[in-house]
T-cell receptor, first 116, second 112 residues
């Protein structure tokens, strides 16, 4: 069955270091993948997405890498700051016809803690 | 003002009671969703709607119902609340191009 999972439930880094959050997926039919950030007491916020026909995409201080061969997705945060402390979710969108392109399947999340 | 507003933000209710969670959005999106989040878990889809006349069940719809009163409003009801429905509930909207979803602040529901 389809699933989106994360390798590590928690990640602790020092301020200024780079962070890497990993995600494994099993549904080859997913047409794009999204990373969300959820701060305490708030709803998830979109960070960056990547289409399945890409292997890398960069945003402001963030880079997402997609390895379809091993069905692995990662989010890299450069120069991590205290404000980056949050739970990070990867999600996959299953494309296709017949209304099936609605669905975002979320992983369990990784708690990132940035130490000053 | 928030683009996606959920009310109430917190609610404690008793087993067997009916409760409604409301969501309104100002983004003009036609797609709206209700998700449930349990501690340490990701978000699970309860119901989704592509427009006022289109309502669809998600992964965990049992025990829940929804109403799309207008394009901007999507409410979730628990007909007879039970303790294992204690969770954080999120409403979200997306546009037709399937780009990012915008989430509300969440409703923390406790069923005692």
């Amino acid at each position: 069955g389809e699933s989106v999972g994360l390798h590590l439930p928690t990640l602790s880094v020092q301020e200024g270091d780079n962070s890497i959050i990993n995600c494994a997926y099993s549904n080859s039919a997913s047409d794009y993948f999204i990373w969300y950030k959820q701060e305490s007491g708030k709803g998830p916020q979109f960070i960056i997405d990547i289409r399945s026909n890409m292997d890398k995409r960069q945003g402001q201080r963030v880079t997402v890498l997609l390895n379809k061969t091993v069905k692995h997705l990662s989010l890299q945060i450069a120069a991590t700051q205290p404000g980056d402390s949050a739970v990070y979710f990867c999600a996959e969108n299953k494309g296709g016809s017949g209304g099936s392109n609605y669905k975002l399947t979320f992983g369990k999340g990784t708690l990132l803690t940035v130490n000053p | 003002d928030a683009d996606v507003t959920q009310t109430p933000r917190n609610r404690i209710t008793k087993t067997g009671k009916r409760i409604m969670l409301e969501c309104s959005q100002t983004k003009g999106h036609d797609r709206m969703y209700w998700y449930r989040q349990d501690p340490g878990l990701g978000l699970q889809l309860i119901y989704y709607s592509f427009d006022v006349k289109d309502i669809n069940k998600g992964e965990i719809s049992d025990g829940y119902s929804v109403s799309r009163q207008a394009q901007a409003k999507f409410s979730l009801s628990l007909e007879s609340a039970i303790p294992n429905q204690t969770a954080l509930y999120f409403c979200a909207t997306r546009d037709r191009s399937n780009t990012e979803a915008f989430f509300g602040q969440g409703t923390r529901l406790t069923v005692v």
